[in-house]
């Protein structure tokens, strides 16, 4: 008997999807009686029924081609805004899937996107998810594809910036993605030699920071490349936000949690332009001129690293193996130098951050970079 599957991709792109598209469409076309198709701008799509078949032409000369020739966006499928409404259209995916006949629908995507899958299969879809981001913070996989590109990106990036940092004498602080995760500006800042790194993960102290960048130029050493994670938080501001981010993870009540979420949207609202704000800070604090470079979406563009490529593949293939065993509703992570199915129930919610005593952390403070701690 033939076999139907769907695959979407959702949330931001990164380089690496259309890899493990094509690993999911040949795998299946070697095993063979498989039809793939792929559902356009990822559950919007699945809403609206908008398809493309994956055949062998489709998957042709797209692995090392960026973004995602599925196209995506950030829609979940239970607050979705059609009109001037916001509406819950699981029902309206269930009968796309139940249409196609589909045996499993594939959602390649972060976070946000295993609590959509999960959705799904609550609703009585047989799904499987990959995980994919540029800021690596997804829970229970030892890596995401799209991270080791942006990591290369953005190390590049500090690599160009050192020496017109160097030439004029001058601070430039350069502000990486990773929302409120550390691991690209930790990465990137580590590998690059980047002289402070501030990261969600460790608040900083603003003083400590421009010390260390004064204390840099009575050694001679008179620029410094800050790299500043976009989530990265002063002391103050993290002490402000910690009880209003627990009391949304805690909240018994819808109320209560409503109410978290309006909080720290109020103070994330006061941390927009940081990264200006800190450059404008820290050249008054030190005397010295400073710059900002925002990396942006550059970090998720274009050709997707070697690595990533081979993560997604990985990923990608294995993935047609729990399909053929009809191992559904798991997140295919990646643990090793292989591959596991972890139920989808165990990886929502699981947001992965750095952890302090991380080994790059160690590394970091062992060459003198300032952490701002
Ligand atoms: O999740 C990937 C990411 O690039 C984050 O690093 C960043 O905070 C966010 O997406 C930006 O989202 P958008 O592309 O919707 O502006």
Redesign the pocket.
């Known amino acids: 008997m033939s076999q139907n599957i769907g695959i979407l991709t959702a949330?931001?792109d990164?380089p690496g999807l259309n890899a493990a598209i094509r690993g999911i469409g040949k795998a299946a076309l070697s095993i063979g009686n498989i039809n793939v198709i792929g559902f356009l701008d990822g559950f919007r799509g699945l809403m609206e029924d908008r398809t493309i078949r994956l055949d062998g032409k489709n998957l042709s000369g797209i692995l090392t081609v960026g973004g995602t020739i599925l196209g995506t966006s950030?829609d979940k499928p239970h607050r979705m805004p059609i009109g001037n409404k916001v509406l819950d259209m699981t029902d309206k995916m269930m009968e796309t899937y139940e249409k196609h006949h589909l045996d499993v629908l594939v959602c390649l995507g972060?976070g946000g996107t295993q609590k959509n899958a999960f959705r799904l299969k609550e609703k009585g879809m047989n799904v499987i998810t990959l995980p994919k981001?540029?800021?690596n913070d997804v829970g229970m996989t030892d890596v995401t594809f799209g991270f080791d590109t942006a990591l290369g990106i953005a190390t590049d990036a500090i690599d160009r910036l050192h020496s017109t940092a160097h030439s004029h004498h001058r601070i430039i602080v350069v502000e990486i993605?990773?929302?409120n995760a550390g691991w690209?500006a930790l990465g990137a800042g580590v590998a690059g030699g980047a002289d402070v790194i501030l990261i969600p993960e460790i608040p900083y102290n603003l003083e400590t920071v421009a010390e260390g960048i004064r204390k840099r130029s009575r050694h001679g050493k008179r620029f410094s490349i800050v790299a500043v994670a976009?989530?990265a938080l002063p002391t103050e501001m993290a002490e402000r936000m910690r009880p209003l981010q627990e009391q949304k993870l805690n909240a018994e009540k819808k109320s209560e949690r409503q109410q978290a979420k309006e909080g720290i949207a109020v103070l994330e609202g006061e941390l927009k332009e940081h990264t200006l704000q800190l450059s404008h800070q820290l050249e008054e604090m030190t005397n010295l001129e400073a710059r900002v470079t925002i990396l942006g979406?550059l970090?998720?563009g274009g050709t997707p690293s070697a690595a990533d490529r081979l993560l997604a593949t990985r990923l990608g293939t294995a993935c047609m193996d729990y399909i053929q065993d009809r191992h559904f509703g798991v997140m295919v992570a990646s643990r090793g130098e292989g591959t596991e199915p972890v139920p989808l129930e165990d990886v929502v919610g699981k947001k992965k951050l750095v952890p302090p005593d991380h080994h790059w952390v160690t590394s970091a403070r062992n060459v003198g970079t300032i952490l701002g701690d």
């Open positions: 949330g931001g990164c950030r972060g981001t540029i800021d993605m990773g929302h690209l976009e989530g979406h970090q998720r």
